[in-house]
């Protein structure tokens, strides 16, 4: 229910922006994470996720992964509506919380800005799960 839920609030956020499509903000975290704080670290990273794709409509997606051959290694995809998404994103108190919460617990961190190749296709992608 909840998938859906978002799949629908994603198609809703994604036709109101079409027209802002060169505004969306693309990005894939590159984490690494001191083993001893990896469970810890899990958690707040779960919880600052789920709370911000619930509670932030300019948060299209916050996707977290973790590495198979290195659990140490945490990838998150991010796609926000705008700068103007992003830059509320990062002021709210569940963000500030995991980021002052785990910067002990992080050994680095990039935050590469992405380019789709296809933004259309991302709707084809995320109209399949309907």
């Known amino acids: 229910m909840k998938q859906k839920l978002f799949l629908m609030l994603f198609a809703l956020v994604l036709s109101a922006t079409t027209m802002a499509q060169d505004s969306m903000i693309v990005r894939l975290?590159?984490?690494?994470?001191?083993?001893?704080?990896?469970?810890?670290?899990?958690?707040?990273?779960?919880?600052?996720?789920?709370?911000?794709?619930?509670?932030?409509?300019?948060?299209?997606c916050l996707f977290p992964m973790q590495s198979?051959?290195?659990?140490?290694?945490?990838?998150?995809?991010?796609i926000y509506a705008s700068e103007e998404a992003y830059q509320r994103h990062i002021k709210t108190e569940h963000f500030q919380k995991y980021?002052?919460?785990?910067?002990?617990?992080?050994?680095?961190?990039?935050?590469?800005?992405?380019?789709?190749?296809?933004?259309?296709?991302?709707?084809?992608?995320?109209?399949?799960?309907?």
Do not use: C, W
């Open 29 to 60: 975290a590159e984490i690494e994470v001191y083993p001893e704080y990896l469970k810890e670290y899990l958690t707040f990273a779960n919880e600052v996720d789920r709370l911000s794709v619930e509670r932030e409509p300019g948060v299209i």
């Open 68 to 78: 198979a051959e290195d659990s140490t290694q945490i990838r998150i995809l991010e």
């Open 99 to 130: 980021k002052q919460g785990t910067m002990h617990m992080v050994k680095s961190l990039k935050l590469p800005t992405m380019q789709p190749l296809d933004p259309e296709t991302m709707k084809l992608i995320f109209n399949k799960q309907r």
